[in-house]
């Protein structure tokens, strides 16, 4: 019998910006890898809200989505709070499938374990059956309930395709089954949502992460004595830089894959003369322009091959005009006065600047504002010497503070089990500098955890004002050092971040037991 899959979830907070605002192609994509991988979908029950869950009220528009048996669609439309009602009838039948056997693995798109999706999961962690999926903060949770989590990732970087990838990758290795990724088709002439509703140029700098890191590992090897013929090679990545922000972007808006990344490359390559703000202009004006004229070059009977040239072609030169005549000086000066306005900053108190940013970046991330606001920001201070003092902050403020509290936890748990959930938070956070969610279990159930957890990262702030320490994260921690333009500094701050965590966790521990025994005597 083929293995039966559930997937449950919701258009989430940042997945909103990483595909989860388009539900129909998110879905579609992960029933076309569970099929190449020989299972088949049971169940689908996903809310999709009409903006961010980080922006949702109970009466933002939401649909509830399903599975047919043989095709993804909307099962009832109204309020989120509607929505969600319908969600928690639907859960329960699911729980009750999951204890009858009826379904032998769950995919979670941010789930939400404390309500929509709770009796299903409770299930799973009964049955233990495998579970994969992600969104940090609900697999956070889900962990915690003690489920059979076989893989979990964060969705910084990530794409409908590549999470279903990974997903049904993780649930055939559990089985050892054979699985081949396959590509699929899609309807790319006809994304859903308008092309002025996909430009977010959040989701923008996000997906164009990896190439600011890859700027930041040639910065770094171009240090070695051996290696400093690298050099040129970091000043030819910096005037890269519009080019990846504009094939993004192009792509993105225009819903489209090879002509827009085209299109995309032709815009940033005029607009390089502004910068990463002037690539992200001219790459969403090639993205807004090449469905246009390939929808026309179409219906005009153009042959493809054609159409195709004159929409990557044209519009990528027309965007790319637009910038290099008329708004490169202006996004250039934007994104110098940004940089200027941190460099002001520091100058007038390194440390109260530093302590502030330590201090701000764990409510930052907890609300919502690190991917809207933080993350851009950290991309523009990149783009001129490859390293970022915020971006050095949210490696010794949210990263290191992360890695503290599990390894408290590892070593010192509460109760036994805390040891075994708190590992592969520590792990991540160590080997890949990400998933600061594995905290937010302890942070959240413990009011001691979660002010020291603060507490670190403003001491942590300070000492990288102190040291003068800009560098990056979404690195190995043993690796960011070389990334930094202090590593002694940055070795430093970054120790002090998981020390003061660890120390305030495991106080926080031992006063938890000690009263647990008195209760008991």
Known sequence: ????????????????????????????????????????????????????????????????????????????????????????????????????????????????????????????????????????????????????????????????????????????????????????????????????????????????????????????????????????????????????????????????????????????????????????????????????????CLAWRFPATTANIVAGGISGLLGGLFVYFLLAPVALAAGNGIRALIDGALLYSPILSGALAGLLIWPAIIFGVYHAAILPIVLLEMETVGNSFLGAIDMCGLVMVSAGITLANIIYPRIKDESTMATPGFLINIGFGTFVEAAYPFMFSNRIVFAGAIISSTIAGAVVGIFNVRGTAYVPSVVAPSLSNNPTGFIISMLVAMGCAFVFTLLANRIAKARKQEVNN
């Open 1 to 296: 019998m083929n293995k039966r899959i559930a997937i449950l979830g919701s258009s989430g907070g940042n997945l909103y910006n990483l595909g989860g605002k388009d539900p129909k192609k998110l879905l579609e994509e992960m029933v076309r890898q569970i099929t190449a991988a020989g299972m088949e979908v049971t169940v689908i029950q996903f809310i999709a809200a009409a903006v961010s869950m980080d922006q949702v009220k109970p009466d933002t528009k939401a649909d509830l989505w399903s599975w047919d048996g043989n095709d993804v669609g909307i099962v009832y439309s109204g309020t989120l709070e509607q929505v969600n009602q319908q969600a928690q009838t639907k859960d329960q039948k699911i729980g009750d499938s999951v204890k009858a056997g009826e379904i032998d693995g769950l995919i979670l798109v941010s789930a939400d374990p404390d309500s929509n999706n709770q009796a299903a999961i409770k299930a799973a962690a009964q049955t233990k059956i495998p579970v994969v999926g992600t969104g940090g903060t609900s697999m956070a949770n889900v962990q915690s309930l003690g489920s059979n989590v076989v893989a979990v990732s964060g969705t910084t970087g990530t794409t409908n395709r590549t999470r279903a990838i990974a997903n049904v990758s993780a649930l055939t290795r559990h089985w050892n089954i054979k699985y081949r990724p396959t590509i699929g088709t899609a309807d790319e002439l006809n994304p859903s949502g308008s092309v002025l509703s996909r430009i977010n140029f959040r989701g923008i700098m996000i997906a164009s992460l990896p190439g600011f890191i890859a700027m930041a590992l040639i910065l770094a090897l171009g240090k070695i004595p051996f290696l400093s013929s690298l050099s040129p090679v970091f000043n030819l990545m910096i005037a890269a830089l519009p080019v990846i922000v504009a094939a993004v972007a192009a792509k993105q808006v225009s819903g489209l894959n090879e002509v827009a990344i085209v299109a995309g490359v032709v815009a940033g390559t005029l607009s390089a003369e502004g910068g990463i703000i002037g690539g992200i202009v001219g790459g969403v004006i090639a993205g807004v322009l090449v469905q246009v004229l390939l929808v026309k």
